[in-house]
């Protein structure tokens, strides 16, 4: 039972446009959302997180969006540069994202292109 | 955010043997995880590194195949038992509730394991 779905595999974006990665979940618990970035070969790093009590949280050229009555979560990279290729996974947790696990999409795969 | 290592970062072995994973952290953290991405399919948590206690498993895993210890703040070993090729993924640790950043968790760089 895949709790937390990523439905596109890859997502091409031109250099400087805006890139949206989506990601629905079905444990209505689930009350803290993580997007990881992945590079080939290392861990995944950390991007951007929102509690539940907030419908949008913004960190330079990255915002995540939270809709809850759909249980869907975006992630909007604006603008898209190269070096942002990569695979992103959202994940989520019950609490504070501290001492609870996270589950993982699937990921999606973006690759930027001059 | 703290800098996680871990050791081997790859290794290839054979069916039947094990492999001991070390996760050190360069600072104090609450909460240690272990998690597998097998090829192709997104991050599992296997357990919650215990400091001083025994490991708390998910669904599906089970310390015989996969003791871990945590003897203090900063250090966890994974090891995988009996391996067999189904056993070839990434192994992370990940980290959580350090003092300079108590909210998210931070994942170590993994290590890529292959059993023929």
């Given at each position: ?27 209505s618990?689930f ?10 070969a ?43 290729s ?5 994940a ?9 696990k996270l ?12 | ?13 054979q ?10 952290v360069?600072?104090?953290?609450t ?31 089970v ?28 192994y992370?640790?990940?980290v ?21």
């Open positions: 039972d895949q709790q937390v779905k990523q439905n596109s595999p890859s997502l091409s974006v031109q250099e400087g446009r805006i890139s949206i990665l989506n990601c629905d979940y079905t444990n618990m009350d803290y959302f993580l997007w990881y970035k992945k590079y080939p290392e861990g995944p790093t950390f991007l951007i997180s929102i509690s539940s009590i907030k419908d949008k949280n913004e960190d330079g050229r990255f915002t995540v969006f939270l809709n809850k009555s759909a249980k869907h979560l975006s992630l909007h990279i604006v603008p898209s540069q190269p070096g942002d990569a695979v992103y996974f959202c989520a947790t019950v609490g504070t994202g501290t001492a609870s589950t993982f999409g699937t990921g999606t795969r973006l690759q930027v292109t001059l | 955010s703290a800098v996680i290592s871990q050791k081997p970062s790859r290794d290839i072995c069916r039947g043997t094990s492999l001991t994973i070390q996760c050190q360069d600072s104090q953290v909460m240690m995880f272990w998690y597998r991405q097998q090829p192709g399919q997104s991050l599992t948590l296997i357990a919650t590194a215990n400091q001083g206690s025994e490991a708390t498993y998910e669904s599906g895993f310390i015989d195949k996969f003791p871990i210890s945590r003897p203090n703040l900063t250090f966890s070993t994974l090891t995988v038992s009996n391996m067999s090729p189904e056993d070839s993924s990434i992370l640790c990940s959580a509730g350090s003092l300079s950043s108590y909210n998210e968790q931070f994942f170590g760089p993994g290590t890529r394991l292959t059993v023929l």
